[in-house]
């Protein structure tokens, strides 16, 4: 399995649900492989956002030699599974979409609900990393069957 985690800048959320989901991946033996991408460019080539960085080594998951990228429409091609982070992210991946393959892998990480954008909030991202954990580990329980333990 491969999945892609996409939020606007790949700074604050998507790097967390990468990291999250390939901890809980690895963890649970699982050959999955994940990266995350951003909507826009302003961040390519930088590591995530310091904030996010902190939050998940607290958690035990190190984000910190990730490297942000652009979603690109190569990226359908590439990934099983194109989780977003909100509505926007969700339009802007779609718009990319070839065909109705590409629309079907795509979709929001918490089903029907958003992974508020934590970057002018600091009290935010440890909120985030909760809603990101249990999105990635309802994800695994939907293709494994495999319900983790907190």
């Known amino acids: 399995m491969k ?3 996409v939020c606007l ?3 604050c959320r998507s790097p967390l649900a990468e990291g999250v989901m390939q901890h809980l991946a690895d963890k649970n033996g699982l050959n999955w492989t994940i990266d995350s ?3 826009g460019n302003w961040h390519v080539g930088e590591a995530p ?3 996010s960085i902190r939050t998940a ?3 035990g998951v ?5 490297v942000c990228k652009q979603f ?3 990226d359908f091609d590439e990934f099983d599974l194109i989780l977003v982070m909100d509505k926007f992210n969700l339009r802007d991946v779609l718009a990319k979409a070839r065909n109705q393959a590409d629309r079907e892998k795509v979709r929001l990480l918490l089903g029907n609900a958003e992974v508020p954008d934590p970057y002018y909030d600091d009290s935010k991202f440890e909120t985030v990393y909760d809603m990101v954990e249990q999105g990635c580990r309802d994800v695994i329980r939907e293709f494994t069957g495999i319900e983790l333990k907190k």
Do not use: C
């Open 62 to 66: 190190d984000i910190s030699k990730q």
């Open 9 to 11: 800048g790949n700074i």
């Open 37 to 39: 991408a951003g909507t």
């Open 49 to 51: 956002d310091h904030r």
């Open 57 to 59: 080594l607290n958690r």
């Open 3 to 5: 999945i892609l985690m």
């Open 72 to 74: 690109s429409v190569n």
